[in-house]
């Protein structure tokens, strides 16, 4: 068993290709983007989820 903040589909890349999924620093924190979405964030800050930035499905500025 494995226990991981790092989502179970990239850990084991069931059934995605992985060029779908980019982990990138975004506003100071780990995320996984799919297709310049937020999919998933890798924080260990509660605080973080709570930011609406990071929700998934929240559209990422590159320029930030």
């Known amino acids: 068993m494995i ?12 059934g995605e290709k992985s060029s ?20 998933s964030l890798l924080s260990t800050d509660p605080a973080d989820f709570l930011d609406q930035r990071f929700m998934p499905g929240s559209l990422v500025n590159q320029g930030q």
């Open 3 to 14: 226990w991981s903040v790092i989502p179970e589909e990239v850990v084991f890349k069931a």
């Open 20 to 39: 779908d999924l980019q982990l990138t620093e975004y506003l100071g924190r780990r995320v996984i983007l799919r297709q310049g979405r937020v999919d």
